[in-house]
């Protein structure tokens, strides 16, 4: 059997208390649920030859490849403001991976059993939620977002108890690297200055090579994990995305979206937006998105204040110079996205007026955010009330006005809209009635709608995708899954 990993762990050279080996905890049942090869063939993986069982015993942990070393690591977080110690509490990595193209990513189960991390937990994972990590990660991947992926979910066979039984599985995911800000705040927390050197030696090397002659290190570290932060959450807020636990054990140094617990897409647009069961007070509500991501990088940031300068008051100085970028160099990203969702070439001093105009109609009209610029894109306007409103129509008659100032053929506007505005996301009642079916193992669903999700930027013809959840008095939430 020649499964072609190709394994070449890295980071269990760092100390060893930042990492524990151990093994998955093999499960009653394994049975394979999805199995994303288009990935695997982009690892360089070979399943061709491979029965189906014998996958989903490797892939529910059950049974390891030859020279295969597992670990969990270990990681601290700032979880809703408040500052724990954490680790991989349901989660082995399986191994670094060398992909055809030399490049290196982590292989990661998670639901595959307890660890040391684990606290009170079962070390266990639920098969909606690890299903609902899969369809949400690949759905980023093909609109083009920075993020992890999922290459399979297999049921356990075992039943897990959360408010109710459940049905257990464990997700295979796939990152750059498993480096969080959680991860410099635990070392920071032990005030282990040495190893915190090695950290950041370590980053820098596997994701950040380009800088490494730089004078300090600590620094231009966190220059470049900044600007990934800020394009990251443009992307987000471009689709209508809301992460729903933006802790800071959930902030990927790589700058990939990580940990798809209570994530959805908005559908009518509302800034104050919050899916997640337990954000009572909306912490993480779509519009604070930016706001949390700069409290996290200020979090980061701290962890390297010993590095940056043995004098502390000048490494605070040097680091707040860069920590106060974020404001402007966000707004600076997130407008020109919004310009390009617009089609606005150039520049104009109504810009912004123009773009806020829109979002407050919206706003009032309860309109799709996904399909009001898909709709404005393609010049069809349904017979809905953000469209019949007085003042969207003088904002139209505006828009179309600032479109000629862009002195470029019309098709520019086009293309540039297009690029930005999908018109297919996981829509939260079609993922949902995806989850419930694959429950009593349909799957059917579940593979058309990942189907379709590839191509997020074309027109489709099944209005099924393309329509908001219907009305109802239920407020949609989503829970972690933990």
């Known amino acids: 059997m020649t499964l072609n990993f190709n394994f070449n762990n890295t980071y269990t050279s760092l100390p060893e208390y930042m990492t524990t080996k151990l093994s998955p905890t093999p499960v009653k049942n394994p049975e394979m649920i999805i199995l994303n090869y288009d990935l695997a063939e982009n690892l360089g993986l070979n399943f061709k030859n491979v029965d189906l069982k014998e996958l989903s015993n490797i892939f529910s942990g059950s049974k390891l490849p030859p020279n295969t070393e597992t670990f969990s690591q270990a990681y601290a977080g700032h979880q809703f403001g408040h500052f724990v110690i954490l680790g991989d509490g349901r989660a082995h990595m399986l191994g670094e991976q060398i992909k055809p193209d030399g490049s290196r990513v982590d292989i990661q189960f998670k639901g595959s059993g307890k660890t040391p991390y684990s606290r009170s937990g079962d070390g266990r994972a639920a098969l909606g939620p690890m299903l609902r990590e899969y369809i949400i990660s690949e759905a980023m991947h093909y609109l083009k977002i920075p993020t992890t992926r999922s290459l399979s979910v297999v049921k356990t066979g075992e039943s897990i108890l959360r408010e109710s039984k459940l049905q257990g599985a464990v997700l295979t995911r796939v990152a750059s690297s498993h480096l969080r800000v959680g991860t410099f705040q635990f070392v920071a927390s032990n005030q282990d200055i040495k190893t915190l050197s090695e950290l950041v030696n370590y980053t820098v090397e596997r994701h950040f090579p380009e800088i490494k002659n730089n004078k300090n290190l600590a620094l231009e570290l966190f220059k470049k994990v900044l600007n990934l932060q800020i394009d990251l959450v443009t992307n987000w807020m471009r689709v209508g995305f809301v992460h729903g636990v933006m802790n800071t054990d959930n902030m990927a140094i790589s700058g990939e979206t990580i940990d798809y617990g209570p994530c959805a897409f908005m559908d009518n647009y509302d800034p104050q937006t919050v899916f997640s069961s337990i954000d009572h007070y909306g912490r993480y509500a779509y519009i604070n998105q930016p706001v949390i991501a700069h409290w996290n990088l200020v979090r980061f940031a701290e962890t390297l204040i010993p590095l940056i300068d043995s004098d502390q008051s000048i490494a605070i100085k040097k680091v707040e110079t860069e920590v106060l970028k974020f404001d402007e160099l966000y707004k600076d990203s997130w407008f020109k996205m919004m310009k390009s969702k617009v089609g606005i070439i150039g520049e104009d001093e109504n810009d912004l007026k123009l773009i806020n105009d829109l979002l407050s109609l919206m706003h009032r009209n309860q309109a799709d955010y996904t399909n009001t610029f898909r709709n404005i894109m393609n010049g069809k306007l349904p017979k809905e009330s953000l469209f019949n409103d007085p003042d969207f129509i003088f904002w139209e008659e505006t828009w179309k006005n600032r ?32 989850l419930s079916e694959a429950e009593n193992n349909q799957l059917d669903k579940l593979n058309k709608i990942l189907n379709k999700l590839k191509n997020p930027y074309n027109e489709v013809d099944e209005e099924v995708y393309l329509k ?13 899954g933990t």
């Open 403 to 434: 479109l000629k100032k862009n002195n470029q053929p019309d098709e520019k506007s086009y293309d540039l809209m297009k690029s930005s505005n999908p018109v297919l996301i996981p829509r939260n009642h079609l993922v949902e009635e995806v």
């Open 468 to 480: 908001p959840a219907p009305p109802s008095d239920k407020i949609y939430k989503t829970f972690c």
